[in-house]
């Protein structure tokens, strides 16, 4: 069955400096891969979303890439600020309701 | 436009009572699903909807019953809660209309304890 893993529970970073989060999947690639963030206590809010077909796709500082032969999502956040820390999800998109599958998530802390 | 609106916030339900969680949508969205989140295990879907009128089973549908009779409601029932049973719960929303990306819009979650 189709897997997905974010490669750290925690990630803590220096402010300014550029935060990478990885998400790897096991089998057939998504038609989507779609990037969440969640604050304690609240829902996951949509971020960005890359199509199989797109190598790269940029919104103000995040930048998402996706590699289909690698299996592989890199979510960048350039200048990243506390105001940045949470818990960031990666989710596969296989194009239909039921076939959406979410890794369990990186915590990103920014320090000051 | 208040989005996606779940309730409880929390609960608190001794083993073996049922309970239903609710959402409703205004966004007129098709789509509506609803989510566990535990530790370490991320989100699981539990029931999705396509459409008003049709439900499905998601990846961890045993002890969950769902129904969808109009398109801005989506409530999911436990009829005999078990402590395993104890999670966020999450609803969603989402257009998956045709040429629409499947973006999902969650409620700020039902945190239920089964004790």
């Known amino acids: 069955s189709q897997k997905i893993e974010q490669n750290s529970e925690a990630l803590n970073i220096q402010e300014g400096k550029t935060a990478t989060l990885t998400c790897n999947y096991t089998n057939y690639s998504p038609a989507y891969l779609q990037w969440y963030r969640q604050d304690p206590g609240r829902g996951p809010v949509f971020l960005l979303l890359?199509?199989?077909?797109?190598k790269e796709k940029r919104k103000e500082r995040l930048k998402v890439t996706f590699d289909t032969t690698l299996k592989q999502s890199l979510f960048h956040i350039t200048a990243s600020q506390p105001a940045d820390s949470a818990t960031y999800l990666c989710a596969l998109d296989m194009g239909s309701a039921s076939k959406i599958i979410f890794g369990s998530g990186t915590r990103l802390s920014i320090r000051p | 436009t208040a989005g996606i609106t779940q309730a409880p916030t929390s609960q608190i339900l001794a083993a073996g009572r049922s309970m239903t969680l609710r959402c409703t949508q205004d966004m007129r969205h098709n789509a509506m699903y609803w989510y566990r989140q535990d530790l370490g295990l991320g989100l699981r879907l539990i029931h999705y909807?396509?459409?008003?009128?049709?439900?499905g089973k998601g990846e961890v549908p045993d002890g969950y019953s769902v129904s969808r009779a109009n398109t801005d409601d989506f409530p999911l029932t436990l009829a005999s809660a078990v402590p395993s049973q104890t999670s966020v719960y999450f609803c969603?929303?989402?257009?998956?209309?045709?040429?629409?990306?499947?973006?999902?819009?969650f409620g700020p979650g039902t945190r239920l304890t089964v004790l």
């Open positions: 969603a929303s989402s257009d998956s209309t045709g040429g629409s990306l499947n973006e999902q819009f």
């Open positions: 909807s396509n459409t008003a009128g049709t439900t």
């Open positions: 890359i199509r199989e077909n797109e």
